[in-house]
Nanobody, 121 residues
Framework: VQLQASGGGLVQAGGSLRLSCAAS????????MGWFRQAPGKDREFVAA????????SYADSVKGRFTISRENAKNMVYLRMNSLKPEDTAVYFC???????????????WGQGTQVTVSS
C-alpha cells in the first residue's frame, strides 16, 4: 500500500487542523492505520491508531481528548482531526499502515511521506 499525507500547515495555539492520508490499492480494509510524529531532535512517537473497521481507536496520552482519528474505507482515506493544538504538537506527522494492530510500540511496515504541522504560541 502507498500512503500520501496532506493537510499540515501553520496554526496558532488553540487552533485546529485536519490531516488526511490517501491510501492506494484495493485492500485498504486489510490494514490498521495510524499517525506518528517526529519533532526536531526527538524520536518518532505514536499519536493515534485505528483498526480496519474504524470501530477501535487508540491515542497517545498527550493527545487524548484533543485529537480524533477516523477512516473512510470507501474512499481509502484516514484522517486526524487535531483540536486545541499546542506548540508542543509541532512536528512532522506521518501516516502509517500495517496488517497487524498498531500500538505505541509498533513499527509499521508502510509509511507515507510526512506533513509538517507547526503550532505557534
Amino acid at each position: 500500500v502507498q500512503l500520501q499525507a496532506s493537510g499540515g500547515g501553520l496554526v496558532q495555539a488553540g487552533g485546529s487542523l485536519r490531516l488526511s492520508c490517501a491510501a492506494s490499492g484495493r485492500t485498504f480494509t486489510s490494514y490498521a492505520m495510524g499517525w506518528f510524529r517526529q519533532a526536531p531532535g526527538k524520536d518518532r512517537e505514536f499519536v493515534a491508531a485505528i483498526d480496519w473497521s474504524g470501530s477501535i481507536s487508540s491515542y497517545a496520552d498527550s493527545v487524548k481528548g484533543r485529537f480524533t482519528i477516523s477512516r473512510e474505507n470507501a474512499k481509502n482515506m484516514v484522517y486526524l482531526r487535531m483540536n486545541s493544538l499546542k506548540p508542543e504538537d509541532t512536528a512532522v506527522y506521518f501516516c502509517a499502515a500495517d496488517t497487524r494492530t498498531l500500538r505505541s510500540s509498533s513499527n509499521p511496515r508502510y509509511w507515507g511521506q510526512g506533513t509538517q504541522v507547526t503550532v505557534s504560541s
